[in-house]
């Protein structure tokens, strides 16, 4: 059986994040644990958008002839042998305001699946949120191929468990099928429950959106 039950699930999040806090690696938790479903952990993560094209905002002159990177940086009035990396994320994002990508990441239980999901919501410096097309666009490539063949049955947008709010999901249907398999490939351990789900699972789903684990979390199983 790959599922597991709301206890399972809860006992199983709270050792990880024990495990978590002591690498701190920023996971919190959230909710009441003692009401079913309500309990989930939230992570978040500032990363470099890749994606994105993210030009220099004078990147041609009043010709229209496109500048090399030296010219636009001269227009900003920035000299070559300035710190081109400040260490303040305001002053980066004056001159990228797309270049930093905030990741909200919610661990959460499915009562119809009894499985864990995988919610998250991701949005600009400016705060505005990125769309379903653009999460899309962000799927990592080893997964590409088979997340957006289904798209609409992969990655979608649903209704938070616990918020009630928007947010984007990758969908549960075949989560206890896959997690059934690395049962299997458990033979000879106590139990495939616990911290070792959790972190088998998000291990699994977290890449395919870009979260990774450290490998830490896999030595101390």
Not at 6 to 32: I, M, N, P, R, V
Not at 162 to 170: A, D, E, H, N, T
Not at 185 to 193: A, D, E, H, Q, S
Request: charged share 25%; aromatic share 12%; net charge negative.
């Amino acid at each position: 059986m790959g599922t597991i039950s709301y206890e399972e699930f809860t006992s199983g999040c709270l050792e990880f994040l024990k495990l978590s806090q002591e690498l701190e690696d920023g996971w919190e938790a959230k909710g009441d644990a003692q009401k079913e479903g309500n309990f989930y952990l939230i992570k978040l993560e500032r990363i470099e958008d890749v994606s994105q094209d993210c030009l220099l905002p004078c990147d041609k002159d009043d010709s229209g002839k496109v500048m090399d990177m030296k010219d636009s940086l001269e227009a900003l009035g920035i000299t070559e042998d300035e710190d081109l990396c400040p260490p303040d994320p305001s002053t980066i994002s004056s001159v990228c305001s797309k270049g930093i990508v905030t990741y909200e990441y919610h661990i959460t239980y499915s009562l119809s699946y009894s499985v864990p999901v995988l919610f998250f919501n991701a949005y600009y410096h400016s705060g505005k949120l990125l769309t379903l097309e653009e999460m899309w666009k962000r799927v990592d490539l080893q997964h590409s191929e088979q997340i957006l063949h289904r798209k609409w049955e992969s990655l979608t947008q649903q209704e938070h468990p616990v918020l009630g709010r928007p947010f984007y999901q990758l969908h549960p249907c075949n989560t206890s099928k896959l997690m059934a398999e690395f049962n299997k490939g458990c033979k000879g351990l106590t139990t495939f429950k616990g911290q070792r789900y959790i972190t088998s699972w998000l291990s699994t789903f977290g890449q395919v959106i870009g979260l990774k684990l450290p490998i830490c979390y896999f030595q101390c199983l």
